[in-house]
């Protein structure tokens, strides 16, 4: 079947989902509420932003048991409908080491909206990384400004903070720590590059 078929079909099983997604290699895929949804590609910035997130997540979780992951790994919730592809995410939970389809336990995750996606991203998308009680810390890369926004789990509340060009960001569930401009490294917000000789 399809991708466009089964959009047209209705809600579809996790197991369906993962099957599909796996014949699939081009395209990624989330399940959104049992409903397929094929993922936009994004822009030359889009694609460094979220290989700079990951490979500053893989650089600093090396010595601790703690995995990065970029965006081709799936996060499964528990109700089975959902199923998502942040760009980048860690997890330090020992249930997801040798997972072999879905990460079930993030501690973080990273996206980064594009223009078309930001409204999913930002919505429905952030109410479901919420949802995941694993989940303490939610990143947010901006494409069109040179902004970082984060959201820290709380007792009893999420808290959200903006970052901008000369802020340091600290991830205290997986002991990250980067700058603003690490994450916009060798994209058009960067100044630096490429470097004048």
Same mark, same amino acid.
């Given at each position: ?13 996790? !197991? ?11 395209? $990624? ?5 049992? $409903? ?22 893989? !650089?600093?979780? $090396? ?9 081709? =790994? ?5 109700? !089975? ?6 760009? =980048? ?9 040798? =997972? ?21 991203? $930002? ?13 303490? !810390? ?60």
């Amino acid at each position: 079947m399809q991708p466009c078929e089964l959009e047209q079909q209705g809600p579809i099983r996790l !197991e369906e989902f993962l099957t599909l997604a796996e014949n699939d290699p081009e395209n $990624r895929y989330e399940l959104v509420d049992g $409903r397929l949804s094929l993922v936009e590609r994004g822009s030359p910035d889009h694609s460094i932003i979220g290989a700079n997130i990951g490979c500053i997540f893989r !650089e600093q979780t $090396r010595k601790r048991p703690c995995i990065a992951y970029n965006s081709t =790994a799936r996060i499964a919730l528990e109700d !089975e409908k959902n199923c998502l592809c942040p760009n =980048a995410s860690v997890s330090c939970d020992p249930r997801d080491y040798q =997972a072999l389809k879905i990460v079930r336990y993030p501690c973080v995750v990273a996206e980064v909206p594009s223009p078309g996606t930001k409204a999913l991203d $930002r919505g429905i998308k952030a109410d479901k990384y919420q949802c995941i009680p694993s989940i303490q !810390e939610i990143l947010f890369i901006d494409t069109q400004f040179m902004r970082v926004q984060l959201w820290q789990r709380q007792p009893d509340c999420w808290t959200m903070r903006n970052f901008v060009q000369g802020d340091t960001i600290e991830l205290r569930c997986a002991g990250i720590r980067f700058t603003v401009e690490e994450a916009y490294e060798k994209t058009t917000f960067d100044e630096t590059f490429p470097a004048k000789e």
